[in-house]
């Protein structure tokens, strides 16, 4: 992984703690490779729905671009990457 | 439980008045359309009550509908308004949007420190519905406003009902009232659950509710006052029961556990057995997860073949006034003879076991179930009979 | 009807009261599941669980809420998600929060109850109303115990509430919570009977919950099984 990405991730986890006010886990407890719904950190589909929102309004990345990919949310790294390659490319 | 409806009134999008809701249930659907009294960028179709009226005013469309739907009731129930001030009456009304201060302006004011006007937040307060009919109409009974969300309106009947058996009061107004609001109409739009088309509750492209706005009121009173004072109702309710699912903030209980426990409760109050009913008005929204919940649910306690449907594809849902407006339709179904079909889901969806009615059914039958499934796992069922 | 229990906490030194601390709040939020619950939730989530103690709920432990003003701190919040963004970018999590059974909600959860939970709002007599409703549950079977619980939190409609109608609203309002657990049974009774006198009743001076009678909840607060309470 390259620093930019590894930046990206522990910057992305803060947010999503901030966001999903999932305040009493850390950046750690968010493993990059673990699914992001379900056991682990106990995300449900309310939060899928608060993160599409929290996408569009932080780095304007639309609905349908999130619902036409549904799989970048398996684990919180293809989120990650997604997301960090979306805004790359503004 | 023995507790007479001793007469109903409606509004909702399918007209104002017994009449013209009689009528709309068993005519071809009315399709929802774009909102025009709530000021939204949101192309997304609701049920509109077909009366002028402005949105978001504190005691405002909501207690409008209230007004119109009781004075039916009323009406119905061979009652006047005056003869009821300084009784033991009891007011029992479900509402969401009256028991919340979401002014957009007002709060715009508020937060930014500008002088917010005081005569809307006065409003605000004395408006609150159950209390507003009391002041209104001079009574003297408990007087509750239910905010149980989705199931406020048939919670508040049942309360009603419970209120007569237990002799807390005499007469009861019970029901609920929501209108349209831009804050609930952008809420449900953010929970993804609303559907840019007309609903398809329990069907297997369903994909969200329409919102719908109304009110329902129905006048409750004891069997023997009622024959005391001459009057013939047509209905009893029979059972109410209520339970929890302990799950979820916006999601059923997977299993309907709490639905199951609702139904089982008003079943043993009705003394009444899942084959006894002709049919069951289903909460049915037309979102993915309450109706696979629900209709899983319902086959799994119902016999093969078992009739149901939803009205939120003829009128919307209709938040805390959608419990009371379904009990008013499951009232005047078993008094036609006739379970009205379910619009929109023409073939047995692939995840639920039973398919609801796709056309018209006429019955024999006298006892009903009408169902509602809340925000926060809140389950209730009431069972309706029609008198011989 | 019995009192097995009464709590009241307020964040002013009232009476019968216990302070509402920061810390308190805190104790909830680890006891139970409250990640995305609002302040008006944990209050009332505070209570339930110091009425229960040590206790189990079981399907016989109904629940009733009530309250004025409700979670408006969180109906505020999302009306500045609609003054502030898009439509289409309202969080949803606010939305459903601001219902005012979500904090009932919260309690079954936290306490795996599935007896009947009702929300009641209402500007006059909401607590008192609440305490009938038990009793009604209690007499009608839907119940054998009922956690009554009525919270006002402090936000910006009830600091704001005296400037806009001073004489129905006192200044600088507490904001708190007070929970009964009730019961039929004798051997529940803890803190004294409970007698419930509709015609009697004068309205509570202030529509608010709290402060509205502060002689009456000093005496709930200092009663045991043998006192009696006249509402």
Partial sequence: MDEQTADFRREFKANLIDWLQIEDKTPDDIIDDEPLFGEGLGLDSLDAVEIVIMLQRKYNINQREVDQKREVFATFATLSDFVQERSSRQ | MNVCISGFGAVSSLGVGLEATRQGLYAPPKLPTLPTRVDTSLSLPVFEVPLAGESGQPGGFTNTMLELALTEALDQAGLTRSSLAGRKVGVCIGTTVACQLNNIPFYDDLRSGRAASADLFRRYVVSAPAEWLRRELKLNGPTINVSNACASGADAIGIGALWLEQGACDLVIAGGADELNKVPLDGFHALGICSKQPCRPFAADRDGLNLGEGAGVMVLERPDDAKRRGHCPRHTLAGFGKAADAYHITQPHPDGVGLEMAITNAFRQADAKPTDVAFINAHGTGTDVNDRVEGQTLARLFPPNFAYMSTKSLVGHTLGAAGALEAIFTCIMLEQGVVARNHRCPACPPDIPVAPLSADLAFDGDLALSTSLAFGGSNTALVIKRMS | MFIGNFVAYSDQALPGFELLTPELLKRTRERATLRRADRYTTLIVSAALALLGDDAADDGLALITATAFGTHRTTFSTLDDILDFPEAQILPTRFSHSVHNAAAAYVGAALKMRGPAIALAGFEQVLCEALE???????????????????????????????????????????????????????????????????????????????GDAKLFQAFAHADATSEHHL
């Fill in chain 3, 133 to 211: 409703l038990a009793k009604t549950f209690l007499h009608g079977g839907l119940c054998t115990r009922a956690m009554v619980i009525a919270a006002e939190e402090k936000a910006l409609l009830t600091e704001k509430a005296h400037e806009l109608w001073p004489e129905r609203f006192a200044a600088d309002m507490p904001e708190g919570v007070v929970g009964f657990l009730l019961s039929l049974s004798p051997q529940d009774n803890r803190r004294g009977r409970l007698l419930l006198n509709r015609s009697a009743r004068v309205s509570l001076s202030s529509p608010f919950t709290f402060g």
